[in-house]
């Protein structure tokens, strides 16, 4: 297949067709789109991008206008369906269709984003026999990659060092495959502190890799539970969330959680709202930890989701003012969470704070 960086080069005939992209990696599919938005002259400023969802229910009619009606400007527009996979046969016939009637300033994009296995992307069995993916696969316009893994990582990495104009040599290259985490927005994050440490000398060691945060940790959805099971029903998992926190206060100021945590549990407490006021088909989550957090929200109710945001928010604003110190607010809150979520006001971190 042909290579979408090609068909991104910026000529018109980018304008033409439609665009698959299979990838899981959320940040990996961004850096997809932001080429081909670029080649419709999105770097300029002139073209944009519209973003819907494949999962929606019901699925938004909105779509088919973006899709098939000329703009007032003409202007170039990137129209992204995002988690395509979770469209039934029937959608995919509708738009072997409505493909027919797109815009000429529109470039379709479906992005399928479904984990693969055994080394084979996850595509629907019935689209291969849909015109829209012969047409795709005729043209050349399906970009694949499995995300980071242990073979594309070193290639990852390399382009990193290239675009950066950095020099890494083969032991630089592999502490660095052995460090970062197999996930495109994180490793990026990461590779920006090796950048600074590399200061003008433009050169990665192998001891640059001590930098990267470890990311073998307790998953913040694990953590939260732990946070919820009383101590006498699991004392594990109330020590294991007790670790992390007072792990955390060894390392290194950049590396801290407190502010990964606040923003977390306010994005759940968020789609518990939603649970909990009947609009499920509005939450985007993990499908396996959904029924989880849905009977976390039917327990704590309207005002307990309430009182998860105001303890986040003033978490937050104490330590940005400069009126509390990040360990102890990180202990304090943790503390306070878990009397919330446990059905008990005022419980107290081990060791009597509070």
């Not at 007032?72 to 493909?99: G, H, M, N, Q, Y």
């Not at 290259?173 to 994180?186: E, F, I, M, S």
């Not at 549990?265 to 930890?289: F, Y």
């Amino acid at each position: 297949m042909a290579s979408l960086l090609a068909a991104a080069s910026g000529s018109p005939a980018i304008r033409r067709g439609h665009r698959v992209l299979i990838c899981p990696d959320a940040e990996l599919l961004r850096r997809q789109v932001a080429k081909l938005l670029a080649g419709m002259g999105g770097g300029a400023g002139t073209a944009v991008r519209k973003v819907f969802w494949g999962d929606d229910e019901p699925f938004p009619q909105a779509y088919w206008s973006e899709l098939t009606i000329q703009n007032l400007f003409s202007t170039p527009t990137v129209l992204i369906l995002r988690r395509a996979e979770s469209l039934k046969a029937e959608a995919w016939d509708r738009l072997d269709e409505a493909l027919r009637q797109a815009a000429s300033t529109v470039l379709p994009v479906f992005c399928l984003e479904g984990r693969w296995k055994e080394g084979k992307p996850p595509v629907p069995v019935f689209l291969p026999k849909r015109k829209l993916w012969q047409a795709a696969e005729a043209g050349g316009w399906i970009w694949q990659s499995p995300g980071l893994t242990e073979a594309t990582l070193p290639k990852f990495i390399d382009l990193w060092a290239k675009e950066k104009g950095l020099a890494l040599d083969e032991g630089a290259r592999q502490a660095l495959c052995a460090a970062l985490p197999y996930d495109a927005l994180a490793a990026g994050l990461e590779l920006d502190k090796i950048e600074l440490a590399a200061g003008d000398e433009k050169r990665v060691t192998p001891g640059h890799a001590e930098l990267i945060a470890p990311h073998g940790d307790m998953e913040f959805f694990d953590f939260i539970k732990g946070l919820a099971v009383p101590p006498e029903a699991d004392p594990e998992a109330m020590r294991a969330v007790w670790a992390r926190v007072l792990d955390d206060h060894l390392r290194p100021g950049g590396d801290k959680i407190l502010f990964q945590l606040l923003g977390y549990v306010a994005w759940q407490a968020r789609q518990m709202w939603m649970l909990n006021e009947g609009e499920e088909h509005k939450v985007r989550m993990n499908p396996r930890d959904k029924p989880a957090l849905a009977q976390m929200a039917r327990r704590l109710g309207r005002a307990g989701i309430a009182r998860v945001i105001e303890l986040t928010l003033d978490a937050n604003l104490g330590v940005i003012s400069g009126a509390r110190r990040p360990d102890d607010t990180l202990e304090s809150y943790v503390a306070r969470l878990s009397a919330l979520l446990q059905g008990r006001e005022g419980g107290a971190a081990p060791g009597g704070r509070a």
